[in-house]
């Protein structure tokens, strides 16, 4: 009886593998190719046209018997070379390094299913709805094990690395062994963000006034304090467009005639407003990068419509956002920066003291928040 299971067992194994010998495979080393994470400082500087990456994969093809070896890659086209990743990119691939029945040889370019080869060498680029085939002496040759290396390169406009948020690019194709009738499906993804800003005030955003006299300040009149320098610094990644907006803290706390621009000082012990003050940027006081001069222009949106670029001072507000030009009179809209430095003018005004409760010290109490925006 045992003798008899062991029969029948190994008989159900020589089967199946009867089974699997009948039929050719197709194998990738890799069935995903990751580009990985890309922003403008991994990619240099200024170009139209970026590479992503460069990946290297191989691709087997093994059949029982002598088989036409002919392999066609099915891809969305960008050109005469190169596949679609996105509108905004591309990839391409190159093949070489073949060995057919453990034997190096050529490989051929072909414009269709059948079709002669077009161009032999070791190294081909494989086009949209173009296939390879193994060639020996100029002529296709059919076998039973093929192996390949596929070099794969992606590229993105310079456009696509502008972005505002993480953003991830994946695409397909399928290898395509047409006689034997075996596939695989190769997915492709790359990963974009944007440069990393960091804003920072001196002396960490705290611009002090002192102990000040009820003998300084006006009775019956707003005080118009000295001006207090506040400078302002962003640094980033790789030279990026960027807007600036100040929120207020104390919203609804601002003295006399306000808009936004205007951000109050806070209330004093019986809810009365202290004052105002305001943020001006000074262009002549600018400096980015290697830019001679700075201009400043701002917009209600921060993607359009922007004002002609001015060397003239301007408030920062909350309801327009900020930015720099290099050319004066330009309505385009910021230039990327890397490094900016701007000292600005805080200028503070104190409410009447008649019109606060001096029983007790009375704190100047302002507060807002400085926003960096990507473009």
Not at 70 to 92: D, H, I, V
Not at 179 to 198: D, K, M
Request: charged share 20%.
């Amino acid at each position: 009886m045992g003798w008899k299971s062991v029969l029948l067992s190994l008989a159900v194994l020589l089967g199946a593998n009867a089974w699997g010998a009948d039929e050719c495979q197709l194998n990738l080393s890799e069935t995903v190719v990751d580009f990985g994470l890309m922003n403008r400082t991994v990619a240099g500087g200024p170009a139209a046209e970026r590479l992503v990456g460069e990946r290297r994969l191989s691709l087997t093809l093994n059949c029982p018997n002598p088989t036409d070896m002919s392999l066609f890659y099915r891809g969305l086209a960008a050109g005469a070379e190169r596949f679609q990743f996105t509108p905004r990119g591309s990839y391409g691939m190159q093949v070489s390094e073949a060995v057919l029945d453990d034997q190096a040889v050529d490989l051929g370019l072909l414009a269709g299913r059948g079709q002669p080869a077009i161009s032999t060498g070791a190294r081909l680029h494989w086009r949209p709805e173009h296939g390879i085939v193994p060639m020996r002496a100029g002529v296709p040759v059919s076998g039973r094990s093929l192996s390949l290396q596929i070099e794969t390169r992606a590229w993105a406009s310079d456009e696509a690395l502008r972005v505002n948020d993480a953003v991830t690019w994946e695409t397909s194709g399928v290898f395509d062994a047409i006689q034997s009738g075996r596939s695989r499906e190769l997915r492709l993804q790359a990963r974009f963000a944007p440069a990393a800003c960091t804003p920072n005030l001196s002396n960490g955003g705290t611009v002090a006034f002192g102990k000040l006299s009820v003998t300084d300040l006006n009775i019956d009149k707003d005080t118009v304090l000295p001006a207090r320098p506040l400078v302002v610094s962003v640094a980033c990644d790789a030279p990026s467009s960027f807007t600036l907006r100040l929120q207020d803290n104390r919203r609804g706390s601002a003295t006399g005639p306000t808009d936004d621009t205007t951000f109050g000082l806070g209330l004093d012990a019986r809810h009365n407003k202290i004052g105002r003050y305001r943020v001006v940027f000074d262009p002549t006081r600018a400096a980015a990068d290697g830019f001679p001069q700075l201009y400043r222009t701002d917009s209600a949106t921060g993607t359009s419509s922007w004002s002609s670029a001015s060397a003239s001072p301007l408030a920062i507000g909350a309801s327009r956002y900020l930015g720099f030009s290099a050319s004066a009179g330009s309505t385009s809209g910021p230039v990327p920066i890397q490094q900016l430095s701007a000292t600005t003018s805080l200028e503070a005004v104190i409410a009447p003291l008649g019109s606060l409760d001096l029983g007790s010290e009375v704190r100047l109490d302002g507060a807002a928040t400085l926003e960096l925006h990507y473009l």
